[in-house]
Protein backbone atom coordinates (compact mmCIF):
# COMPACT_ATOMS: atom_id res chain seq x y z
CA UNK A 1 0.00 0.00 0.00
CA UNK A 2 1.08 3.22 -0.91
CA UNK A 3 0.39 7.00 0.03
CA UNK A 4 -0.90 9.31 -2.12
CA UNK A 5 -2.21 12.54 -1.64
CA UNK A 6 -3.84 12.87 1.63
CA UNK A 7 -5.36 9.85 1.50
CA UNK A 8 -4.49 7.23 4.13
CA UNK A 9 -3.04 4.16 3.57
CA UNK A 10 -5.64 1.04 4.16
CA UNK A 11 -3.81 -2.15 5.81
CA UNK A 12 -6.86 -3.92 5.91
CA UNK A 13 -10.30 -4.61 4.48
CA UNK A 14 -13.27 -5.31 6.03
CA UNK A 15 -15.46 -7.88 4.67
CA UNK A 16 -18.76 -7.42 4.94
CA UNK A 17 -20.40 -10.93 4.21
CA UNK A 18 -23.33 -11.90 2.39
CA UNK A 19 -25.67 -10.50 5.20
CA UNK A 20 -24.99 -7.48 7.74
CA UNK A 21 -28.23 -9.40 9.65
CA UNK A 22 -27.20 -10.74 13.31
CA UNK A 23 -29.99 -13.66 13.02
CA UNK A 24 -28.82 -14.53 9.67
CA UNK A 25 -25.08 -15.37 10.79
CA UNK A 26 -25.54 -19.27 12.19
CA UNK A 27 -27.98 -20.18 9.29
CA UNK A 28 -24.96 -19.16 6.78
CA UNK A 29 -22.77 -20.68 8.91
CA UNK A 30 -23.98 -24.13 8.79
CA UNK A 31 -25.10 -23.88 5.36
CA UNK A 32 -21.60 -22.59 4.02
CA UNK A 33 -19.72 -25.40 6.26
CA UNK A 34 -22.28 -27.96 5.37
CA UNK A 35 -21.58 -27.04 1.34
CA UNK A 36 -18.10 -27.10 1.81
CA UNK A 37 -17.69 -30.45 3.48
CA UNK A 38 -19.94 -31.83 0.51
CA UNK A 39 -17.10 -30.14 -2.09
CA UNK A 40 -14.19 -31.62 0.15
CA UNK A 41 -15.53 -35.16 0.48
CA UNK A 42 -17.24 -35.02 -3.06
CA UNK A 43 -14.47 -34.19 -4.85
CA UNK A 44 -11.94 -35.28 -2.51
CA UNK A 45 -13.61 -39.11 -3.37
CA UNK A 46 -12.90 -38.65 -7.04
CA UNK A 47 -9.45 -37.50 -6.65
CA UNK A 48 -9.11 -40.64 -4.12
CA UNK A 49 -10.93 -42.68 -6.65
CA UNK A 50 -8.98 -42.05 -9.59
CA UNK A 51 -5.71 -42.02 -8.10
CA UNK A 52 -6.04 -45.68 -6.49
CA UNK A 53 -7.66 -47.51 -9.17
CA UNK A 54 -5.55 -47.60 -12.29
CA UNK A 55 -8.39 -48.65 -14.25
CA UNK A 56 -9.64 -44.83 -14.06
CA UNK A 57 -6.21 -44.02 -15.63
CA UNK A 58 -7.46 -42.49 -18.53
CA UNK A 59 -7.80 -38.58 -20.10
CA UNK A 60 -11.14 -38.08 -18.56
CA UNK A 61 -10.55 -39.38 -15.98
CA UNK A 62 -7.52 -37.32 -15.12
CA UNK A 63 -8.96 -33.97 -16.29
CA UNK A 64 -11.89 -35.00 -13.72
CA UNK A 65 -9.56 -34.92 -10.87
CA UNK A 66 -7.93 -32.20 -12.04
CA UNK A 67 -11.46 -30.05 -12.20
CA UNK A 68 -12.20 -31.69 -8.52
CA UNK A 69 -8.54 -30.49 -7.21
CA UNK A 70 -9.69 -27.05 -8.79
CA UNK A 71 -12.64 -27.06 -7.27
CA UNK A 72 -11.55 -27.80 -4.10
CA UNK A 73 -9.10 -25.18 -3.78
CA UNK A 74 -11.61 -22.23 -5.44
CA UNK A 75 -13.72 -22.84 -2.49
CA UNK A 76 -10.93 -22.93 0.10
CA UNK A 77 -9.97 -19.64 -1.14
CA UNK A 78 -13.08 -18.08 0.37
CA UNK A 79 -15.35 -20.13 2.49
CA UNK A 80 -12.77 -20.94 5.28
CA UNK A 81 -12.26 -17.31 5.98
CA UNK A 82 -15.75 -16.44 5.76
CA UNK A 83 -17.02 -19.10 8.72
CA UNK A 84 -13.76 -18.12 10.56
CA UNK A 85 -14.79 -14.66 10.41
CA UNK A 86 -19.04 -15.39 11.25
CA UNK A 87 -17.48 -17.43 14.09
CA UNK A 88 -14.92 -14.71 15.59
CA UNK A 89 -17.64 -12.20 14.72
CA UNK A 90 -14.89 -10.05 13.13
CA UNK A 91 -14.72 -9.07 9.73
CA UNK A 92 -11.01 -7.67 8.96
CA UNK A 93 -9.06 -9.07 6.29
CA UNK A 94 -5.50 -7.95 6.08
CA UNK A 95 -4.70 -5.89 2.84
CA UNK A 96 -2.07 -9.16 1.66
CA UNK A 97 -4.29 -11.71 2.17
CA UNK A 98 -6.79 -9.73 0.30
CA UNK A 99 -4.89 -10.15 -2.64
CA UNK A 100 -3.72 -13.13 -2.00
CA UNK A 101 -7.19 -14.49 -1.96
CA UNK A 102 -8.11 -12.29 -4.91
CA UNK A 103 -5.12 -14.09 -6.96
CA UNK A 104 -6.35 -17.77 -6.05
CA UNK A 105 -10.08 -16.83 -6.59
CA UNK A 106 -8.98 -16.26 -10.14
CA UNK A 107 -6.65 -18.80 -11.02
CA UNK A 108 -9.49 -21.45 -9.75
CA UNK A 109 -12.04 -19.93 -11.89
CA UNK A 110 -9.84 -19.49 -14.58
CA UNK A 111 -8.76 -23.37 -14.42
CA UNK A 112 -11.91 -24.25 -14.22
CA UNK A 113 -12.74 -22.59 -17.35
CA UNK A 114 -9.73 -24.12 -19.47
CA UNK A 115 -10.64 -27.62 -17.82
CA UNK A 116 -14.37 -27.33 -19.11
CA UNK A 117 -13.00 -26.92 -22.24
CA UNK A 118 -10.43 -29.35 -22.06
CA UNK A 119 -12.82 -32.25 -20.82
CA UNK A 120 -14.92 -31.20 -23.93
CA UNK A 121 -12.48 -31.76 -26.20
CA UNK A 122 -11.61 -34.97 -24.89
CA UNK A 123 -15.34 -36.19 -25.31
CA UNK A 124 -15.35 -34.76 -28.74
CA UNK A 125 -12.38 -36.93 -29.09
CA UNK A 126 -14.17 -40.09 -28.01
CA UNK A 127 -17.24 -39.30 -29.22
CA UNK A 128 -16.31 -37.96 -32.94
CA UNK A 129 -12.83 -39.89 -33.40
CA UNK A 130 -13.56 -43.03 -31.25
CA UNK A 131 -10.78 -45.18 -33.58
CA UNK A 132 -7.86 -42.63 -33.12
CA UNK A 133 -8.28 -41.60 -29.57
CA UNK A 134 -5.60 -43.42 -27.87
CA UNK A 135 -3.28 -41.69 -30.41
CA UNK A 136 -4.53 -38.47 -30.38
CA UNK A 137 -5.02 -38.53 -26.35
CA UNK A 138 -1.73 -39.67 -25.52
CA UNK A 139 -0.11 -39.04 -22.17
CA UNK A 140 2.04 -36.08 -23.42
CA UNK A 141 -0.96 -34.46 -24.42
CA UNK A 142 -2.72 -34.83 -21.45
CA UNK A 143 -0.13 -33.46 -19.39
CA UNK A 144 0.13 -30.54 -21.86
CA UNK A 145 -3.37 -29.64 -21.42
CA UNK A 146 -3.64 -30.14 -17.34
CA UNK A 147 -0.35 -27.97 -17.71
CA UNK A 148 -1.31 -25.12 -20.13
CA UNK A 149 -4.94 -23.98 -17.93
CA UNK A 150 -2.52 -23.72 -14.80
CA UNK A 151 0.32 -21.55 -16.95
CA UNK A 152 -1.98 -19.29 -18.46
CA UNK A 153 -4.45 -18.86 -15.13
CA UNK A 154 -1.49 -18.10 -13.14
CA UNK A 155 -0.30 -15.47 -15.95
CA UNK A 156 -4.02 -14.31 -15.73
CA UNK A 157 -4.02 -13.41 -11.79
CA UNK A 158 -0.16 -11.87 -12.36
CA UNK A 159 -1.98 -9.60 -14.64
CA UNK A 160 -4.89 -8.63 -12.29
CA UNK A 161 -3.34 -8.46 -9.51
CA UNK A 162 -0.08 -6.14 -10.58
CA UNK A 163 -2.83 -3.83 -12.15
CA UNK A 164 -5.24 -4.30 -8.83
CA UNK A 165 -1.70 -3.20 -7.03
CA UNK A 166 -1.71 0.47 -8.34
CA UNK A 167 -5.37 1.39 -7.07
CA UNK A 168 -5.39 3.27 -4.43
CA UNK A 169 -8.95 2.56 -1.83
CA UNK A 170 -9.17 6.00 0.18
CA UNK A 171 -13.00 6.59 1.33
CA UNK A 172 -13.79 3.54 2.47
CA UNK A 173 -12.58 -0.07 3.50
CA UNK A 174 -15.83 -2.06 3.24
CA UNK A 175 -16.19 -4.79 1.04
CA UNK A 176 -19.87 -5.74 0.56
CA UNK A 177 -18.74 -9.27 -0.82
CA UNK A 178 -17.88 -12.90 1.27
CA UNK A 179 -13.92 -12.75 -0.04
CA UNK A 180 -12.15 -10.19 -1.59
CA UNK A 181 -13.15 -10.62 -5.32
CA UNK A 182 -11.70 -8.69 -7.89
CA UNK A 183 -15.26 -6.87 -9.04
CA UNK A 184 -15.98 -5.68 -5.88
CA UNK A 185 -12.27 -4.39 -5.50
CA UNK A 186 -12.32 -2.51 -8.31
CA UNK A 187 -15.77 -0.66 -7.84
CA UNK A 188 -14.29 0.48 -3.93
CA UNK A 189 -10.98 2.21 -5.53
CA UNK A 190 -11.11 5.57 -5.78
CA UNK A 191 -8.61 5.55 -8.49
CA UNK A 192 -10.03 5.65 -11.93
CA UNK A 193 -10.12 1.59 -13.00
CA UNK A 194 -10.82 1.91 -16.44
CA UNK A 195 -7.58 0.55 -17.57
CA UNK A 196 -8.58 -2.35 -15.15
CA UNK A 197 -11.47 -2.69 -16.22
CA UNK A 198 -10.63 -2.59 -20.25
CA UNK A 199 -8.25 -5.80 -19.38
CA UNK A 200 -10.73 -7.62 -17.56
CA UNK A 201 -12.95 -7.62 -20.02
CA UNK A 202 -10.15 -8.55 -23.11
CA UNK A 203 -8.72 -10.82 -21.15
CA UNK A 204 -12.05 -12.27 -19.57
CA UNK A 205 -13.08 -12.63 -22.99
CA UNK A 206 -9.79 -14.27 -24.69
CA UNK A 207 -10.34 -16.77 -21.99
CA UNK A 208 -13.21 -17.63 -22.17
CA UNK A 209 -14.26 -17.42 -26.16
CA UNK A 210 -11.68 -20.32 -26.84
CA UNK A 211 -12.60 -23.00 -24.63
CA UNK A 212 -16.20 -21.77 -25.30
CA UNK A 213 -15.61 -22.59 -28.77
CA UNK A 214 -14.24 -25.71 -27.81
CA UNK A 215 -17.40 -26.98 -25.75
CA UNK A 216 -19.48 -25.55 -28.40
CA UNK A 217 -17.99 -27.34 -31.48
CA UNK A 218 -17.51 -30.53 -28.91
CA UNK A 219 -21.47 -30.29 -28.91
CA UNK A 220 -22.10 -29.69 -32.31
CA UNK A 221 -20.40 -32.87 -32.66
CA UNK A 222 -22.06 -34.51 -29.98
CA UNK A 223 -25.45 -33.73 -30.99
CA UNK A 224 -25.01 -35.04 -34.57
CA UNK A 225 -24.22 -38.09 -32.70
CA UNK A 226 -27.02 -38.15 -30.78
CA UNK A 227 -29.30 -38.00 -33.30
CA UNK A 228 -27.44 -40.73 -35.35
CA UNK A 229 -28.35 -43.43 -32.69
CA UNK A 230 -31.58 -45.35 -33.69
CA UNK A 231 -33.04 -46.54 -30.51
CA UNK A 232 -34.85 -44.41 -28.49
CA UNK A 233 -33.58 -45.46 -25.77
CA UNK A 234 -29.80 -45.16 -26.55
CA UNK A 235 -30.74 -41.57 -27.70
CA UNK A 236 -32.41 -40.52 -24.25
CA UNK A 237 -29.57 -42.15 -22.23
CA UNK A 238 -26.92 -40.43 -24.65
CA UNK A 239 -29.30 -36.91 -24.46
CA UNK A 240 -29.35 -37.41 -20.24
CA UNK A 241 -25.71 -37.41 -20.02
CA UNK A 242 -25.28 -34.66 -22.35
CA UNK A 243 -28.05 -32.72 -20.29
CA UNK A 244 -26.20 -32.92 -17.21
CA UNK A 245 -22.77 -31.67 -19.01
CA UNK A 246 -24.52 -28.91 -20.55
CA UNK A 247 -26.26 -27.60 -16.88
CA UNK A 248 -22.97 -27.12 -15.53
CA UNK A 249 -21.65 -25.22 -18.99
CA UNK A 250 -24.17 -22.85 -18.82
CA UNK A 251 -24.57 -22.15 -15.72
CA UNK A 252 -20.90 -21.49 -15.64
CA UNK A 253 -21.02 -19.45 -18.77
CA UNK A 254 -23.72 -17.82 -17.83
CA UNK A 255 -22.73 -16.58 -14.75
CA UNK A 256 -19.31 -15.04 -15.96
CA UNK A 257 -21.28 -13.22 -18.62
CA UNK A 258 -23.80 -12.03 -16.09
CA UNK A 259 -21.09 -11.26 -13.43
CA UNK A 260 -17.86 -10.17 -14.63
CA UNK A 261 -18.45 -8.55 -17.90
CA UNK A 262 -20.77 -6.06 -16.57
CA UNK A 263 -18.91 -5.37 -13.11
CA UNK A 264 -20.15 -1.78 -12.67
CA UNK A 265 -23.25 0.42 -12.59
CA UNK A 266 -25.53 -2.01 -14.50
CA UNK A 267 -25.52 -4.53 -11.94
CA UNK A 268 -26.50 -4.13 -8.16
CA UNK A 269 -24.01 -6.21 -5.02
CA UNK A 270 -26.13 -8.32 -4.98
CA UNK A 271 -25.22 -9.75 -8.53
CA UNK A 272 -21.73 -9.82 -7.61
CA UNK A 273 -22.31 -11.90 -4.73
CA UNK A 274 -24.80 -14.74 -6.25
CA UNK A 275 -21.89 -14.87 -9.18
CA UNK A 276 -19.34 -15.87 -6.71
CA UNK A 277 -21.55 -17.95 -4.42
CA UNK A 278 -22.32 -19.82 -7.75
CA UNK A 279 -18.89 -19.54 -8.58
CA UNK A 280 -17.47 -20.73 -5.49
CA UNK A 281 -19.90 -22.91 -4.00
CA UNK A 282 -22.44 -24.57 -6.14
CA UNK A 283 -20.78 -25.35 -9.35
CA UNK A 284 -17.44 -26.84 -7.46
CA UNK A 285 -20.67 -28.78 -4.89
CA UNK A 286 -22.75 -29.97 -8.55
CA UNK A 287 -19.48 -31.37 -10.80
CA UNK A 288 -19.32 -34.27 -8.15
CA UNK A 289 -22.88 -35.30 -8.79
CA UNK A 290 -22.92 -34.21 -12.48
CA UNK A 291 -19.63 -35.48 -13.98
CA UNK A 292 -19.00 -38.92 -11.64
CA UNK A 293 -21.67 -39.99 -9.67
CA UNK A 294 -23.98 -40.88 -12.45
CA UNK A 295 -21.18 -42.27 -14.17
CA UNK A 296 -21.28 -46.16 -13.13
CA UNK A 297 -17.49 -46.89 -13.56
CA UNK A 298 -17.06 -44.23 -10.63
CA UNK A 299 -19.49 -45.64 -9.37
CA UNK A 300 -17.93 -49.07 -8.82
CA UNK A 301 -14.65 -48.12 -8.30
CA UNK A 302 -16.09 -46.38 -5.06
CA UNK A 303 -18.00 -49.19 -4.20
CA UNK A 304 -14.85 -51.40 -4.69
CA UNK A 305 -13.09 -49.29 -2.45
CA UNK A 306 -15.16 -49.16 0.25
CA UNK A 307 -16.15 -53.18 0.07
CA UNK A 308 -12.22 -53.75 -0.01
CA UNK A 309 -12.18 -51.35 3.23
CA UNK A 310 -8.93 -49.51 1.06
CA UNK A 311 -10.39 -46.14 2.36
CA UNK A 312 -9.93 -47.29 6.13
CA UNK A 313 -6.05 -47.26 7.08
CA UNK A 314 -6.57 -43.14 5.81
CA UNK A 315 -9.10 -42.80 8.45
CA UNK A 316 -7.40 -42.05 11.63
C1 LIG B 1 -4.08 -33.97 -13.68
O1 LIG B 1 -3.82 -34.45 -14.98
C2 LIG B 1 -2.50 -34.92 -15.19
C3 LIG B 1 -2.30 -35.27 -16.66
O2 LIG B 1 -3.44 -35.62 -17.32
C4 LIG B 1 -2.25 -36.12 -14.29
O3 LIG B 1 -0.94 -36.61 -14.47
C5 LIG B 1 -2.46 -35.70 -12.84
O4 LIG B 1 -2.33 -36.81 -11.98
C6 LIG B 1 -3.84 -35.07 -12.65
N1 LIG B 1 -3.97 -34.51 -11.31
C7 LIG B 1 -4.77 -35.04 -10.38
C8 LIG B 1 -4.88 -34.30 -9.09
O5 LIG B 1 -5.38 -36.04 -10.57
Given at each position: ????????????????????????????????????LVIVLGNGL???????????????????????????????????????????????????????????????????????????????????????????????????????????????????????????????????????????????????????????????????????????????????????????????????????????????????????????????????????????????????????????????????????????????
Amino acid sequence: TMHQGNHTTISEFILLGLSNKAEQQNLLFVLFLGMYLVIVLGNGLIILAVGLDSYLHTPMYLFLANLSFADISSTSTSVPKMLMNIQTKSQSISYESCITQMYFSIVFVVIDNFLLGVMAYDRFVAICHPLTYTTIMHSRLCVLLTVIPWLLSNLVALTHTLLLTRLVFCDSNALPHFFCDLAPLLKLSCTDTVINELVLFTVGLSVISFPFALIFFSYACIVRAVLRISSAEGKWKAFSTCSSHLTVVLLFYGTIVGVYFFPSSTHPEDTDKIGAVLFTVVVPMMNPFIYSLRNQDMKGTLRKLINKRRLLPLIP
